[in-house]
């Protein structure tokens, strides 16, 4: 079968690979479309450092059941996206109801070989019915589940006032959940053609080029109460370094992106507000089923989202294009 690897960084070859042997639980899937996004554009770029190549790549996976174990539900050609994030389930985070911080986690792509290739054999338990979804929809689940996974653990209340720091696909992601459930949403960036598109394509009518007098606007804006809820989406220390100033007093501080640094607060500012610090990482099986069944309902703008179409073939051509463009790319959704 034909697989896309990334040999070492900076290197993608398109290869022959023997087909995956199915497991007595597992399932195989015909892989039929694959989202990229940071995580895969920091692997060709060598910046996973703990990553061992060559990697075959891919996370955001969409395609059909080939052939599922005896006695499943699962049927042929039935459509599915995978929760990629194996965990171990015998660890205390498992043992909790938590495997989407397993303290064994292996993540699809990244800590062992993804999708990026014609076919996958993994354990029933990472099937995720995607019935009703087109493959590109169902392709763009698991980055949509990171921003349910972010709103879930903030728990807003209705009519909160929310402020998005990264218009990415997770901030925006986030933003759509939270509008979902019913947070007033401001989103900032420092790139103005991310903002362009969250206002024009995706409707979040209230954003803000990020510039010096930032902290004084968000002031304004909120009447001096700032944001009951701050979401960082921006993998940039410095960001996630100021946005615990934008938390009103009482809010919630959650950080989405994560960076290798240490992260510092004045303690004055964090404690002043009261402030509850939430880490959000990856996501559980409930926020896939929220994000499916709002992509069902036609809740999530996916059209929009969706940016650029690349082929398993031109992929290794691409990909330097696709990071050089960053900015305007939303999601590239790769067909295999
Ligand atoms: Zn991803
Ligand atoms: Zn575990």
Redesign the pocket.
Known sequence: MKAVVCETPFDLQLVERAVPVRGAGDVLVRIRRVGLCGTDYHIYGGNQPFLSYPRVMGHELAGEILEAPAGSTLRPGQIVTINPYL?????????RGK?NC????AVLGVHTDGGLCEQVAVPESAIVDAAGLSLDQAAMVEFLAIGAHAVARARLQPDDRVLIVGAGPIGVATGLFARLDGAAVTLIDTRRTRLDRARDHLGFADVMLVGPDTPDLLVEKTGGALFDCVFDATGNIHAMRAGLGYVAHGGSYVLVSVVKDDLVFPDPEFHKRETTLIASRNALPPDFDRVIAAIRDGAIPTDALHTHVVTADELPTRMPQLIADADHVMKAIVQI
């Open positions: 965990a171990c389930g015998t660890c205390h985070a498992c043992g495997p397993c303290s064994r986690i």
